[in-house]
Structures are given as structure tokens and as C-alpha cells.
């Protein structure tokens, strides 16, 4: 049974395939999507923003009341020189109760360094999901580059068995020697060895594909959307970018998580700093406690049954035999680190920009070139193959010829795959 199943797959054009009712189509959207639910790095990624958000609410924790219930029991006893011992039991219950009003900012300066160095891991999980979508999408243009291979393999099997079928009715004929049958042999032979190469490859490209995305997807049936590349003429197919270097730069400012993490972590250390400097300053306080004991008529008149207590409490240090001026210094370091780092970070990502803006170019003039180049082979194997028919060359430019041919092509699907991996580094690039 056979049905209609439209794919699009990113910067390729959409087509309608036929395909097995059995097997579903894996496009490029479809991968990415898969990794983002399933892939366990991504989890683990997660896992660490998930536990800086803990970490804030902890700190926060320290502007709610606290609240400590004890009990005891046990038994109590009391010599006196010359009269009775007193032996008896107690039973003892107490609440405290305490609660933060200022402490001249080491309480907020943990929050908030706390909640920036949360947003910097959320950003920082987000920019590990971006390297992941470029690894999924230069993965799956592997294995859609080797499929492209075996076509051109296969396309030298059909060459290298009509030159076989070519020589040996020529040796028949007595216009060729046996050895056009041998080398056309042995050849062919090459060829379908190549091919078989080629299928392995394709099997182990395609369990790089599965590793990467951490999952396989469709229990393992299924068929990676592609289009059968009209070879040699591609380049009419290739998307465009014309947005020019500059507009790169500042969309990538703008959008890269991995500067917006550096600069979190810039705030989360100018917090700390003001956490610390907090340390050479009192911490103000409320506090209450409640007693309820029950002992023995023996210790009634001495012993109350309850008590409490309430005040404000009021504690200063001194003196921390220099603790607090290294604490301060650390963390302004710290806050210094932070912000080269932010220097660092925009000049990789304007050097990435380039790098990346640079390869579309290039890979687009690669495909161009390859596809010139496979043009002059083909029109040269065409006119090798009639040179030979005509006894006006001998067999080795023939096969020359016709190894350029099958070559140039590689070289095209390679440079053609290569336009769309760069791409893909392009968008990682800008934060796209």
C-alpha cells in the first residue's frame, strides 16, 4: 500500500513522496523536536536551573518569620546538705519565634544575587539548547549528504556496467583488446564496493543522528525527509541571505543566551558585593519565646509553669579579625571577572558572526563552482565516450574522463550539504 505524504524540511523546498504506509518521515523540525523532549543532556542542563531557582527561594527564606517547636521530658533532682533529696519528673514544651527587619542589605544582596545567577543558568540552558539545534541540524544534512552519495555511487555502477557491456561487445567484435573487459571488470567492482561503503556509512550516520537527539525516534522506522538532488543543477534551489554583516552583529547582541547569561552574572556579583559590604553593619531583629513546664508538686513553688520573653535583638560584629574586608575584595574581583568575561563573550560572538557569514559565502560559491565543474566533466565524459566509439583515444581517458564526471558530482552534494551546515551555524550565530 502506498500513500501521499507531504515534508518540509528547513531551507528545503517542499515535495510530495511516496512512501511505505509503514514508515514515517523524520524532518529536520520533527528532530529537533524530539531532542528537546527526550535528549538527557538537555536535562541535565535544566535540572541546574531548576536547582538555582531553589537556591533564591532559600535565600528568601530569611525574610519569613522563623518558627522553632521543642519539647522534652525527663527527670530532675536536687541534694541538699542535712535535709530530704528532691526527685521528681518535668515535662517541658517552648516556642521560638524570630523575624529579620533590616540587615542593611546581606539578606537582599543574597536574594538578588541569587535570582540573577537562576536567570544566567536559565540562559545558560537555553544557549546549550541553541548548540544543540546546530548539532541535530549538521547531523541530519550528514545523513542526507551520504544518501545524495549513493546516488552518485549508484549512477557509477549504471556508467561502469554499460562500459562493461560496451568492451566486451567491442572485444567480440575484435575491434578492442581484452583488457578494456578486465579493466571495465574491475572497476565495476570498485564501484559497488564503494557503494557498499557508502550504505554502512549511511547506517552509522544515521545512529549519530539518534545519539545526538538521545532518542530514537519512530522505534527506528522511519525515512529522513529529502528531496532527490537534480544533479548537476542545484544551486537554483539554495535559499538566500542578504542581510548584511552589521545586522548580523547586532541581532546576535541581542539574542545570543550566552551573553545574556555573562551579564546576568555581572548583576549577580555587583549583589554580592553589596551582600557583603552589608557584614560591616548591625542586623536588627525581632525575637519571642514561650515556656510551658509541668514538674512534680515537690518543685512547684520553684519552678514556674510558664514563661516568655520578647524583645528586639540587635547584633553587631565588630571586629572578624579582617574577614569581612576579604569577603568585600572577593566579591568585587568577582564582579571584575564578570564583566571581562562579558568583553570576551560579545568578541567570540562577532568573530563567530563572521566566521559564519564568511562560510555561507563560501559554501555558496563552492556549490556554483562544483556545479560548473560537474557540467565541463559531464560534457567531457560525452565527448571522451565518443573518442573511444571512434577509436580516436584509448581506454584510460575514457575512464579518466568518466571518473571526473562521478567525482565532480561528490564534490557538488558535499559543497551543497555544506551550504545548508553553514546556515545552520549562521543562525547558531545570531541566536536565531
Known sequence: MKRL???????????????????????????????????????????????????????????????????????LGMDFKGQDNLNGTTLLGSLSASQLIYDFGKTSGRISAADEEANALQASMNQFISNKILLIKARYYDVLKMKS?????????????????????????????????????????????????????LKLRRAILEQTMGYVPYSGNYKLYHRKLDLPNVSRHLPQISTSLSQLEGFAYDHRYELKSSKYLVESSKSL??????????????????????????????????????????????????????????????????????????????RQVIESSLGVRRTKDSVTLSESIAKASKKKFVQAQKRYENDLSDYIELQ???????????????????????????DFAVGR
Do not use: M
Not at 159 to 177: C, E, F, H, N, V
Not at 324 to 349: C, G, P, Y
Not at 402 to 417: R, T
Open 149 to 201: 552519495l549513493i546516488q552518485v555511487n549508484k549512477k557509477n555502477i549504471e556508467l561502469q556496467k554499460g562500459q562493461l557491456r560496451r568492451a566486451q561487445r567491442y572485444y567480440d567484435s575484435g575491434i578492442k583488446t581484452i583488457i578494456d573487459v578486465s579493466d571495465a571488470t574491475v572497476r565495476l567492482t570498485q564501484a559497488e564496493l564503494e557503494l557498499n561503503n557508502s550504505e554502512y556509512e
Open 5 to 75: 505524504i507531504q515534508g518540509i524540511g528547513t531551507g528545503l523546498v517542499t515535495i510530495t513522496l511516496l512512501v511505505s504506509a509503514n514508515s514515517k518521515i523524520l524532518t529536520i523540525d520533527k528532530a529537533i523536536e524530539i531532542t528537546l523532549k527526550h535528549s538527557p543532556d538537555i536535562d541535565i542542563s535544566r535540572f541546574d536551573f531548576k536547582r538555582a531557582i531553589e537556591r533564591t527561594k532559600f535565600q528568601e527564606g530569611y525574610y519569613l518569620p522563623r518558627l522553632d517547636l521543642g519539647a522534652g521530658a525527663g527527670g
Open 273 to 350: 558585593i553589596e551582600s557583603e559590604k552589608g557584614g560591616y553593619l548591625p542586623t536588627l531583629s525581632l525575637r519571642g519565646d514561650y515556656t510551658a513546664q509541668h514538674v512534680d508538686n515537690d518543685f512547684i513553688s520553684s519552678t514556674p509553669e510558664r514563661q516568655w520573653q520578647a524583645g528586639v535583638d540587635l547584633q553587631w560584629n565588630l571586629f572578624a579579625g579582617n574577614q569581612t574586608d576579604a569577603s568585600v575584595q572577593e566579591a568585587k574581583i568577582s564582579a571584575l571577572k564578570a564583566a571581562s568575561h562579558v568583553d570576551e563573550v560579545r568578541l567570540l560572538i562577532k
Open 400 to 426: 579518466e574522463a568518466q571518473q571526473g564526471y562521478i567525482n565532480s558530482l561528490g564534490e557538488l552534494v558535499n559543497a551543497y550539504y555544506d551550504y545548508y551546515i553553514a546556515i545552520a551555524q549562521l
